[in-house]
């Protein structure tokens, strides 16, 4: 069992940055991979990041390359989304996910195991 807390959604103008932030409890980060997800009003929810079991292997949706970074500090067990350059099209319901025991990375949403409440970005024009 996972959960997952997410927080550090909110207003901001095009061109600005946010880091979003997603707490786990339940398992250490060494047991699975993490990801972060979005979705738009009216879209399916698409991959944006993730980062691997072990840390070392990250890998990005294209439109969020060079602008949006995953990282994970395994003291807190806490894995973020560094967003910078932040566009309109940006905006969307963020969510954290846990991948499944066996996921090396999570890119699609077949491999979530658990998802985390989600959080609201919204960017300004």
């Known amino acids: 069992q996972v959960q997952l807390v997410e927080s550090g959604g909110g207003l901001v103008q095009a061109g600005g940055s946010l880091r979003l932030s997603c707490a786990a409890s339940?398992?250490?980060?060494?047991?699975?991979?993490m990801g972060w997800f979005r979705q738009a009003p009216g879209k399916e929810r698409e991959f944006v990041a993730t980062?691997?079991?072990?840390?070392?292997?990250?890998y990005y949706a294209d439109f969020v390359k060079g602008r949006f970074t995953i990282s994970k500090d395994n003291a807190k067990n806490t894995v973020y989304l560094q967003m910078n350059s932040l566009k309109p099209e940006d905006t969307a319901v963020y969510y954290c996910?846990?991948?499944?025991?066996?996921?090396?990375?999570?890119?699609?949403?077949?491999?979530?195991?658990?998802w985390g409440q989600g959080t609201q970005v919204t960017v300004s024009s």
């Open positions: 980062i691997g079991k072990t840390g070392g292997s990250t």
């Open positions: 996910a846990a991948g499944k025991s066996r996921i090396v990375v999570v890119t699609i949403t077949q491999d979530v195991s658990s």
């Open positions: 339940g398992r250490t980060f060494s047991n699975y991979a």
